[in-house]
């Protein structure tokens, strides 16, 4: 079977729930990083990109329900570029790179696009429809932002708890305190404001709106500031707005190709997609479950953790994180060493095509040969990758 690789990535600065990026829909958001992203591959006629595969958890808005066709159309490719939209949660665009992965190595694709969007601030209320028309009673709206809505009563309790109770569970688990906690939160600001310093994001960083570097890292921060914070979902818990992901809004990209497709692109191969995997358990131990599935891609990779130089893994809170990097065999210096989504944002469905994006620069930057970018994803699931420098 030919191999997929990565050769170019591309996103938006990540912008704060309400900030910078708050009047820019979702897919224009999407719209500017795929054509940007078609533009970057200098011989690339655009009529030869066999797909665009975005990732969004929401959809009920301006995403339009097939967010990643909007997005072509909106790009001005050819309308003879066909595209489909995934929805995994924070895991989608994470889902739709491993989707165009598996089209490149079965032949039925050269050229794809993959990546993901997600506008946090821009995400609906909905109101359910009624059983019967014109109902005497009050109806409610409910938010789309993020986490459970309009719940199947079905459904048992103890798996629809909030996302920050299921990792303060995760925390009764694995006894993982507060100030590790922060100290891993202060450590992603640091780590993603020099790498911001250092220039590592400018060429995988495309400005829009007028906001050119991610809008939440905090790099000032202090260990008193964070210990000062109440948690949010206990009153006696662990988990507060600094050590955890913020809403955030933002569009994701990446360029893939078979080994072939260098020639229509103009451009040599990042990195080669060598393992990829899903884990599913217990919807309220999201948080444990990339550490199956991280082991699944490896084992398919055919390497073990000794293999591994780099790690990118989604920061969606810090007990989730440090539970998954303290159950690895991996040296955590080597875990997102240029910043995480603590710091820089975690727009749902973009969060999976920056953590590839940012892996392949890291492994080229760091001469290492293997990497795993990770996630995991509400309702009890996990996605990972592993990609070789190339």
Known sequence: MPAAYVYRALRTPFGRFGGALAGVRPDDLAAHVVGELAASAPALDPARIDEIVLGNANGAGEDNRNVARMAGLLAGLPVSVPASTVNRLCGSGLDAVITASRAIETGDAEVVIAGGVESMTRAPWVVPKPDRAFPAGDASLVSTTLGWRLVNRRMPAEWTVSLGEANEQLRDRFPISRERQDE?????????QQAWDDGFYDDLVTPVAGLTRDEGVRATSTAAELAGLKPVFRPDGTITAANASPLSDGASGVLLGSEAAADLLGLTPLARVAGRAAHACEPQAFGWAPVAAAAKALERAGIGWDDVGAVELNEAFAVQALACVDAWDVDPGRVNVRGGAIALGHPLGASGGRLVGT?????????????????????GQALAVVLENA
């Open 184 to 192: 891993f939160a202060l450590r992603s600001h640091r780590l993603a």
């Open 359 to 379: 892996l392949a620069a890291v492994l080229r930057e760091r001469d290492e040969r293997w990497g795993v970018a990770a996630v995991c994803i509400g309702v």
